[in-house]
């Protein structure tokens, strides 16, 4: 056993030895790390089809085996091409910070879009466009939900409001009605920044990505999506403190590495998008349900490229429940499917694309679809072997990590270093397992059925202070979970053969892993409620508080939008009124209980005091910071939200 690990330790070393000279933002070092491992998936890759593969014929093994290599195979290319884009990376900040200020600055339209989101959201996203630190801008609601209230609440704040008779081509549609309506204004825009309905934008959002467009062959700056809650994974596994969102390695990553090869893609929300632009491509395309991606596709036909900006200018909502998380995904792979389908294929004759895009879309096509079905696949393949005897793969533990460890160990520490950790293979696992079936859903039905499917709407907001549990994934995958152990039990207790031994080793370690991941998806699956819908975020500061004409000093130890607790050894009693000096303002509030060792209080509800706080918080640092993510507090986590 110790020759088969002697390659997997070699690569360890070799990995540790070199990465303390090597530099993340070098093209030679991520080139040289990816290129190595590139070399050890096709090591591993060729064993596999060639020592690893059923005699052909007329038997299980053979019927198994090879479509099981297929969609392995496949995945493989998938991380290929990841490990190709992932070889470069840019950052504009520098950029950015060097261009002059333009004395006369063009005008923008802000399309806030809407459909059915609460006014609290809506209120925070319109108060912070408001209010942004740039001369000559025009804020629109879009409602596609046509509500009074809403075309109060924009005239109280001070920005336009727009809606339409039919809510045809949905969030596409609405801005393309927005497009025609400004278009026909005596000033029109020269350019057109889209915020979704809960995304709140920083006040240097439009000064930051403007100077990006003094390029004319930009068409659209794209700039990362933060968010102010953590996702259900985070939630659900408590585990918001060591291990970030989801999205993050897709928007602090692979988002500045495609922007180095020239293919960064428009995400729809806080994008700055250049109006004469959109009017040679038609507006937004109304042929996928993902159509800011072809915005981008569109626009490049026409020499228009797009730009990323790796900076957080907008702070937004992650689906709050993992159903919106789940709808949301099977909506961009449904979206994206319809590209594929489209006349933006990669394969397309019609497409004037050029390679490194078309390469680009493979590399999403193939991530949307080969990696699920492997996924899926790889929960079968040890059953076959423990309940039946069916050998999809033929070799055991020892060969195996003698070809595979290498290139899991590198590539898996190769990804953690590019990524400041934000991708571990064990949590990857997990979020592609938790949507599965919903992408393996819109795969099929996006392929097979393009056209005729509705914009899913994910829902924002809502009561979401009790359990719930998410029963349809929960049955799906604790039944795999209890095939797995049952599987284990029979090959190894109940009916010990003399094959299970010699051979049985690589499914026993397959279904030990699968067994894990199964069972954290579980926990997943149980949603644990928020007591509260206004994020809170620890402080550790002294604020000055009056009451009755006295002031003195309190320690500030976490705050919302909404209120704050504050540490103090005599706190007022419960309902007194007091004023705090937070914000930069004296802001009124109402003491409503006491702590251990102090007191909460409630901010005023006073329209003034609310658009105080909400552009004074969302413009400072109240987003947890993850910039490197190790490991062993994450595992450290798991076991805790699992057996504590």
């Not at 395309?285 to 159509?291: F, I, K, Y």
């Amino acid at each position: 056993m110790m020759a088969a690990l002697a390659p997997g330790f070699l690569a360890l070393g070799a990995f540790m030895a070199m990465v303390p000279l090597l530099r993340r933002d070098n093209t030679l070092a991520r080139s040289l790390l990816t290129g190595v491992s590139f070399v050890l998936l096709l090591r591993y890759f060729y064993w596999r089809v060639t020592k690893t593969l059923p005699p052909p014929g007329l038997t299980a093994d053979f019927f198994f085996g090879y479509p099981f290599m297929l969609a392995e195979a496949a995945s493989l290319v998938a991380v290929a091409l990841s490990l190709l884009f992932l070889s470069r990376t840019t950052r504009r900040t520098t950029e950015v910070d060097g261009r002059a200020t333009d004395p006369k600055a063009p005008l923008i339209d802000v399309f806030i879009c809407t459909y059915n989101e609460e006014r609290s959201i809506l209120e925070r996203t319109i108060i912070g466009a408001t209010g942004m630190e740039y001369g000559n801008y025009r804020v629109w609601v879009l409602d596609d939900g046509r509500r009074l209230w809403l075309r109060h609440l924009a005239s109280e704040l001070g920005c336009h409001y727009l809606t339409r008779p039919d809510n045809r081509h949905a969030k596409a549609g609405n801005i393309n009605h927005a497009l025609k309506y400004v278009g026909g204004l005596p000033e029109r825009p020269d350019f057109i920044a889209v915020l979704d309905a809960d995304f709140v934008p920083r006040p240097d959002f439009l000064a930051r990505t403007i100077s990006l467009m003094d390029d004319a062959s930009v068409g659209v700056v794209q700039t990362p999506q933060h968010f102010i809650n953590p996702d259900p994974i985070q939630t659900n596994l408590a585990a918001s403190d060591v291990w970030p969102d989801e999205q993050r390695f897709f928007f602090d990553i692979l988002m500045p590495a495609k922007d180095a090869w020239g293919v960064a893609f428009c995400c729809g929300t806080s994008s700055l998008i250049r109006y004469s632009g959109l009017m040679q491509i038609g507006g937004f395309p109304t042929d996928s349900v993902t159509e800011d991606y072809l915005v981008t596709l569109r626009l490049k036909e026409r020499g228009l490229k797009t730009v990323y900006l790796n900076e957080r200018l907008t702070i937004g909502l992650a689906p709050e429940g993992l159903k919106e998380y789940i709808t949301q995904r099977g909506r961009w792979c449904l979206g994206f499917m319809q590209i594929v389908r489209g006349r933006s294929s990669p394969l397309s004759q019609t497409s004037k694309l050029p390679l490194i895009d078309r390469l680009s879309l493979v590399d999403a096509f193939m991530s949307w679809t080969t990696v699920y079905f492997a996924k899926m696949f790889g929960l079968v393949v040890p059953w076959l072997f423990l309940l039946f005897g069916i050998k999809a793969v033929q070799a055991d533990l020892a060969e195996l990590l003698h070809f595979f460890l290498p290139f899991y160990v590198w590539h898996g520490l190769t990804m953690a270093w590019l990524s400041h950790g934000r991708s571990l293979a064990m949590m990857t696992d997990v979020s592609q397992l938790v949507a599965a079936p919903a992408v393996l859903k819109a795969v099929t039905t996006g392929l097979l059925r393009p056209k005729g499917h509705k914009f899913k709407v994910t829902a924002k907001g809502g009561d979401r202070d009790k359990k719930f549990v998410e029963w349809p994934l929960l049955r799906l995958y604790g039944t795999a979970l209890l095939i797995t152990l049952a599987a284990i039990a029979y090959a190894f207790i109940l009916h010990l053969r003399g094959e299970s031994i010699a051979y049985g080793g690589l499914a026993l370690a397959w279904s030990l892993y699968n067994a894990f991941i199964l069972t954290v998806v579980c926990f997943v699956c149980i949603e644990q409620p928020r007591k509260r819908k206004a994020e809170r975020f620890v402080r550790n500061e002294a604020i000055l508080l009056r009451q009755g004409g006295k002031s003195h000093l309190v320690r500030l130890a976490d705050i919302s939008i909404t209120g704050a607790r504050l540490i103090d050894p005599d706190p007022p009693a419960i309902g007194s009124a007091i004023e705090c000096q937070i914000y930069g303002r004296s802001i009124a509030a109402t003491v409503v209980r006491r702590t251990t060792n102090g007191f909460a209080v409630r901010f005023e509800e006073g329209m003034d005091t609310r658009v105080h706080a909400v552009r004074a918080f969302y413009a400072g640092e109240y987003v947890r910071a993850y910039r490197g993510i190790k490991a062993l507090p994450v595992g450290k986590a798991l076991m805790l939200r699992l057996f504590g």
